[in-house]
C-alpha cells in the first residue's frame, strides 16, 4: 500500500513539474518579446505592484538567489529603469524604486503579459483555478514545513509555520 502511494506522490510531482513548465513557456516567450530575462521583469513587476522596496524584499518576492540580486540590479540601473537609495530609516538598507523610465515600460508591458498568462491557464474553468491556487499554497506550505533531506525520513522542520 506504501508503494502506491509512493508512486501517486511521485506522479503528483511529475504532473506538477510539467504543467508548470507548460505555463512558465507562455512566461518566458511574453517576457522575451521585450528584452528582459524572467528575473529583470520579475524585480520591475514588483516593484510597479509594491511600489519603493529593499533589496531583500524584492529577492523574497521573486526568490531570487541573493548572489544573483546584485548582478540583475545592477542591469536594470545601467538600463535606467531602477534606481538605488538609502532608506531614510537605516542607511544600511538599499531601496529599489522604479524610475519613470522603467515605470513606463512595465506599465507597457504588463497588461499584455497579464493576458498572456491568462491565456495559458485557460485549460482550468475559473472555479478550478481558485481550487487550484488553494491546493498548490497547501501544497507549498507542506513543503517547506519539512526540512529537505538527501536520505528518506525528512522530519518536520523546527521552523514550521503554524
Known amino acids: 500500500m506504501a508503494r502506491l502511494r509512493e508512486d501517486a506522490d511521485l506522479r503528483l510531482w511529475v504532473v506538477l513539474a510539467r504543467a508548470f513548465d507548460a505555463v512558465e513557456r507562455h512566461a518566458r516567450a511574453s517576457i522575451a518579446r521585450f528584452g528582459l530575462g524572467g528575473t529583470e521583469f520579475g ?5 510597479y505592484h509594491k511600489g519603493p522596496l529593499p533589496v531583500s524584499e524584492v529577492r523574497r518576492s521573486i ?5 544573483s540580486t546584485t548582478y540583475v540590479v545592477d542591469k536594470l540601473v545601467r538600463r535606467g529603469l531602477v534606481r538605488r537609495a ?12 522604479l524610475t519613470p523610465q522603467g515605470r513606463r515600460l512595465i506599465a507597457g508591458i504588463f497588461p499584455s503579459h497579464a493576458a498572456t498568462m491568462r491565456r495559458a491557464v485557460v485549460g482550468l474553468a475559473p472555479r478550478e ?5 488553494e491546493l498548490l499554497k497547501k ?3 507542506g513543503a ?3 526540512t529537505p533531506s538527501a536520505s528518506e ?8 509555520e503554524k
Do not use: Y
Not at 526568490?63 to 548572489?67: A, D, R, W
Not at 538609502?86 to 524604486?97: E, F, H, I, T, Y
Not at 525520513?153 to 514550521?160: D, F, L, M
Open 86 to 97: 538609502s532608506s531614510p530609516a537605516d542607511r544600511r538598507v538599499c531601496v529599489l524604486a
Open 144 to 146: 517547506a514545513a519539512v
Open 139 to 141: 501544497l507549498g506550505k
Open 153 to 160: 525520513g525528512a522530519r518536520p522542520s523546527p521552523h514550521r
Open 129 to 133: 483555478r481558485a481550487q487550484a491556487r
Open 43 to 47: 524585480v520591475l513587476e514588483a516593484l
Open 63 to 67: 526568490l531570487l538567489e541573493s548572489g
